[in-house]
């Protein structure tokens, strides 16, 4: 993963989050780089899969290959109500999974990363490898 602007998503608990947390501050104490994609981490699988659903894939996939302007083209562009785009792109982007640019009235949804891998196993054991078939 190294050279590529990388969401990881996982599921992990506190401890383990904490831990890895102290250990990264104290790699930077040490003057050295902490080389670690950026990671998203929820409590348990239901949490996973209430937020990255189909509808959230579909409006992560606009977002980056059409790059709307605003959250109403985003809506445009998948074809749903803006009220309920508002709320999940909102919800993606409290995560760090999107981040918003302000465009005078418009916040533009933008996906700053190259890639976005889901591994519910990262955090089991003190496995960090992405998960594949």
């Known amino acids: 993963m190294t ?3 990388v969401l990881l998503v996982t599921i992990g608990d506190a ?3 904490y831990e890895e947390g102290r250990e990264a501050i104290r790699t930077l104490q040490g003057g050295n780089p902490v080389d670690q994609p950026a ?3 929820f409590a348990n699988e239901q949490q996973l899969s209430d937020v990255l659903n189909e509808r959230t894939f579909t409006l992560l996939r606009v977002i980056r290959a059409d790059e709307p302007d605003s959250i109403r083209e985003t809506a445009r562009l998948v074809g749903r109500d803006v009220k309920n785009v508002h709320e999940e792109v909102t919800t993606l982007e409290a995560l760090g999974i999107i981040r918003f640019d302000e465009d005078g ?3 533009r ?3 700053p990363y190259d890639d976005l891998i889901i591994s519910p196993f990262a955090h089991d054991d ?3 490898a992405p998960a594949t078939p």
Do not use: E, R, W, Y
């Open 3 to 5: 050279g590529t602007n």
């Open 126 to 128: 003190g496995d960090t």
């Open 105 to 107: 009235q418009s916040k």
């Open 39 to 41: 990671i998203v981490t």
């Open 109 to 111: 949804p933008v996906f």
């Open 15 to 17: 401890a383990s989050l």
